[in-house]
């Protein structure tokens, strides 16, 4: 499967906060967005040179997504570690043993 075909499951355009009212763009939508031609007598853009660099932009930020998710898993196993050690110290200070 290529990179282009890659898209996330449905529903996970919301933002961080769950509400769906202020999507993130995603790379899918980035590479699938398809400009209307251009009005009759008007000049329009290169739809080649266009959709090369909708590529790269979803590109980067698919590597963007990548990264933000491998901080999340980082800070998440940081996160239960000082839980398991908070109590453990409480203990220790106030004289117990395990």
Same mark, same amino acid.
């Given at each position: 499967?290529?990179?282009?075909?890659?898209?996330p499951e449905?529903?996970?355009g919301a &933002?961080s906060d769950?509400?769906? &009212?202020?999507s993130s763009?995603? #790379? /899918?939508? $980035?590479r699938? %967005?398809?400009? #209307? #031609?251009a009005r009759?007598?008007?000049?329009?853009l290169?739809? =080649?040179? $266009?959709y &090369?660099y909708? =590529? *790269? $932009?979803a590109? =980067?930020?698919?590597?963007l997504h990548?990264e933000i &998710?491998k %901080? *999340?898993?980082?800070t998440l196993?940081i996160?239960?570690?000082? *839980?398991? /050690?908070?109590p453990?110290q409480?203990r220790?200070a106030?004289g117990e *043993?395990?």
């Amino acid at each position: 499967m290529s990179i282009r075909d890659q898209r996330p499951e449905q529903g996970s355009g919301a &933002t961080s906060d769950g509400s769906s &009212t202020f999507s993130s763009l995603l #790379p /899918w939508q $980035v590479r699938e %967005h398809r400009f #209307p #031609p251009a009005r009759l007598g008007r000049r329009g853009l290169d739809a =080649d040179e $266009v959709y &090369t660099y909708l =590529d *790269r $932009v979803a590109g =980067d930020m698919m590597a963007l997504h990548a990264e933000i &998710t491998k %901080h *999340r898993q980082e800070t998440l196993r940081i996160k239960t570690a000082l *839980r398991r /050690w908070q109590p453990e110290q409480a203990r220790l200070a106030n004289g117990e *043993r395990q």
